[in-house]
């Protein structure tokens, strides 16, 4: 039995925090979960949350990019949060992107461009007593060059 | 004792010809500094250094290394360092004290017992070891002092605002420097909590492919870490060569001034600057 990797629901979003090494099973299945999981809550957004990892090799860059591909498909904004500096050199160095991915550097700037995007934490729609720190917050994405 | 004999022999005849022995000492010095320095000017910094040699050799013992001559040894480094300084080679400087055995030994004459000499000759170049170990050890500090600064100079990151840093790039960016540049960037990126980046290029002399390469992957590697940048103080001629070589920006933001590209970053982050209605009571 391979390690799962937890995904956490806040409202409309999933939080999907990665603390363990990815090895390529735990990848496949937390991709399986994670749409399953998608169409189960009606989730609008996923929050992924690389900051423990230090290795991002091709192959996860690619299951990023697939993630919030099937995301996208399911209507659910993918933001990846947290990449440490280290990881970006390298994955600049190596011509890598995360095929269009937006990103954020930490989950609350995550939040506030779902936020800015209709997609908020809450069920209700009472985006106004938020907070207005991100309210105009940038999306930008991570793999235009 | 026979260095005694031949130390109160030097000091006999250093008393007795210290004008002459001074002026075919300048002389010397002036011409190995090949018209670097005015006769005047030699004289001015060698006539302490004489007298503190002559008082070290009263007390009876010519060894460079005694506390008798810390006097001369201090002005002979301080000597020598002036010299590392202003760029003199290292023979030009220790010349200095080799020219001071033969201006000696020129006016000890026939009458000198051949055993004096070696004394005297080891005493010249410990006195000479001093003066060389200086020259580098000065040599070596400015040069620690300019890397240093280069360093400095390559990496300054600057927070203009909450959430808006400014990297003004100065020199040539090769590879060695991105990488500098680019880890300091996004350390203070995640440091600061910083969302934009004005990466200001007006100090970088020629923007040419390979420079763009390493904006771009400087810019990439932000935009992964999900901050957004801005390129600043793009000359006229430097957008004719970026236009006419092809490179391509996409979609990252280009401004002439760092003021149109904080404009930017204020106008992404919410931000707005307004003047304040004048208040004249």
Redesign the interface.
């Known amino acids: 039995m391979s390690e799962r990797v937890p995904i956490v629901r806040i409202g409309q979003i999933l939080l999907v925090s990665i603390q363990v090494d990815l090895s390529d099973e735990t990848t496949l299945t937390l991709q399986d979960d994670l749409s399953n999981r998608i169409v189960a809550e009606g989730a609008r957004g996923v929050i992924l949350d690389i900051s423990a990892l230090e290795i991002v090799d091709s192959f996860i860059a690619r299951m990023i990019g697939t993630i919030a591909g099937v995301s996208k498909v399911l209507d659910a904004e993918t933001v990846?949060?947290g990449?440490?500096?280290a990881?970006?050199?390298t994955?600049?160095?190596l011509g890598l992107?995360?095929g269009g991915v937006?990103?954020?550097?930490?989950s609350d700037?995550?939040f506030a461009i779902l936020r800015s995007m209709g997609r908020s934490a809450t069920r209700d729609d009472d985006d106004d007593s938020e907070d207005s720190e991100g309210?105009?917050?940038?999306a930008?994405?991570?793999g235009?060059? | 004792m026979a260095t005694e004999q031949a130390t109160n022999r030097i000091v006999e005849v250093l008393e007795r010809d210290r004008e002459a022995i001074g002026d075919r000492w300048f002389r010397a010095v002036t011409t190995s500094t090949r018209g670097k320095m005015v006769p005047a000017e030699v004289r001015r910094e060698l006539i302490p250094v004489l007298d503190a040699l002559l008082n070290g050799a009263r007390e009876g013992e010519l060894d460079a290394g005694l506390p008798a001559f810390d006097e001369a040894r201090a002005l002979l480094g301080e000597y020598s360092r002036m010299r590392a300084r202003q760029g003199f080679t290292p023979s030009e400087t220790a010349v200095a004290v080799f020219a001071l055995r033969d201006a000696v030994l020129t006016h000890i004459g026939t009458d000198a017992a051949i055993a004096d000499l070696p004394a005297f000759s080891r005493f010249i170049d410990g006195l000479g070891l001093h003066t060389f170990e200086t020259f580098a050890a000065s040599r070596e500090s400015v040069i620690l002092n300019q890397t240093e600064q280069l360093l400095e100079l390559s990496t300054p990151v600057v927070k203009l605002w909450d959430g808006i840093l400014a990297v003004p790039l100065v020199g040539t960016l090769d590879s060695a420097r991105t990488q500098v540049v680019m880890e300091a960037l996004l350390e203070t990126l995640v440091a600061t909590n910083s969302a934009h980046a004005i990466i200001d290029i007006t100090g970088v002399p020629a923007v040419d492919t390979q420079v763009a390469q390493h904006l771009l992957k400087t810019i990439f590697a932000a935009r992964l870490m999900g901050a957004q940048c801005i390129i600043s103080g793009v000359r006229p001629q430097i957008a004719q060569t970026i236009v006419s070589l092809g490179i391509d920006f996409g979609d990252i933001a280009t401004k002439a001034t760092v003021a149109d590209a904080l404009r930017v970053a204020f106008n992404s982050a919410g931000l707005e600057v307004r003047k304040t209605t004048e208040k004249r009571s």
């Not at chain 1, 937006?102 to 930490?106: F, Y």
């Not at chain 1, 309210?135 to 940038?138: C, F, L, Q």
């Open positions: 990846v949060v990449m440490r500096p990881v970006a050199i994955l600049a160095e992107s995360l937006r990103t954020a550097l930490d700037k995550a309210a105009g917050e940038t930008h994405t991570g235009a060059r």
